[in-house]
């Protein structure tokens, strides 16, 4: 296991050591006993040994009679721990922190009473971490697949301002209305695939496994057939005979866009310029990312983090390579003496609105306040466009398939309607 002093992140300044100690691993005990009643009951505790499990049934009044380690199934299906779930966990810390709860007796509640075993896992680690001295904001740095830099900044800047309780209620806000504006985008980049993927899969069966009947009674007509009608035929020949070929095409083709998306910030980045050009979606975008750096922004500035400090959060936060070179861009000219605003502006990215909310917020000394607002109504414009976007889609997605099926019958029909002709 890492000693506490290699669990520090490099942004901090502080290099003091900690004493190496090992994590024990905790399991799930079934047990079974008597009361103090002398009544029979049985239940299951976490612990390290039985050892442990019999001290603490000894301690809560009732008599052992059986303690053993709880089987694991074969087929085990562990749930992973979510964003949301750490949005959760940050919303609960929060409210029994401002009801006065100590903070060691809030992460032993949480972690006990979760229903996911990564998580009790996790905060039994955190938990052990803060029992024997170490910050939380270094108790929880280790784990950065759950906490970022900027959940570790914020609490670090808590701790040193003695408003951990009011840092996570900002931490909990900002982590849930995260999480809801990523639905949103999900749920309008969900319905342009839909449209692509339904199209295909009928174009496919109907080329797979319809044309081919066609093709059968065309063949007794001994006639030359219509191009069109030819060219469809053409198309499914090759689907039925090469169809492997176009399976593996689709898979290479998404395992290579992963991969480079993975390996290359080049090609994020060309993604990101790329999306951001998309009808529709693109402005779904554009306002998503304004609204996470505001909020994000936001969220560091009300906890006392420098702007400095907070527009490199605001920046990576973003969610968009466009955005984040350009508030990286804003970063370098504030350091340099130049108000937010003027910097803003000067990237030509950012609408006139919300430069001229940032203006007024500084000069008020309220720009926390102000981009909280600037959050909530580009929050807002995301939710309306994204419901918009849904409205139409549906209609869209009838059009094109009813425009292929109906071309693919018409193709097929051609041939049958020339017949009719020379023959009336």
Known sequence: MATAAARRKPRTNNKSKKDTKLQPKVFTFEWKGVNR????????LRGTSIAEIRSVLKNQGVTPKGVRKKATPLFKSEKKITAMDIAMITRQIATMLAAGVPLVTTIELLGKGHEKAKM????GSILTDVQSGIPLSDSIRPHRQYFDDLYVDLVAAGEHSGSLDAVFDRIAVYKEKAEQLKSKIKKAMFYPAAVVVVAIAVTVLLLLFVVPQFEEIFNGFGAELPAFTQMI?????????SWYYFAIA???GIFAFKRAHRNSQTFRDRVDEALLKIPAIGDIL??????????????????????????????GASGNAVYKRALLKVRQEVMSGMQMNVAMRTTGIFPDMLIQMVMIGEESGGLDDMLN????IYEMQVDDAVDGLSSLIEPIMMVVIGTIVGGLIIGMYLPIFEMGNVVG
């Open 233 to 241: 035929i053409g198309i499914s020949e090759w689907l039925q005979s």
């Open 373 to 376: 607002k600037i959050a909530n």
């Open 250 to 252: 689709i898979v290479v």
């Open 37 to 44: 009643d002398g009544q029979r009951t049985s239940g299951e």
């Open 120 to 123: 009790r896992e996790l905060l």
């Open 286 to 315: 554009h306002k998503a990312a304004m609204s996470r750096f505001a909020r994000t922004l936001a969220t560091t500035f009300a906890a006392g983090v420098p702007l400095i400090d907070g527009l490199e959060s605001a920046a």
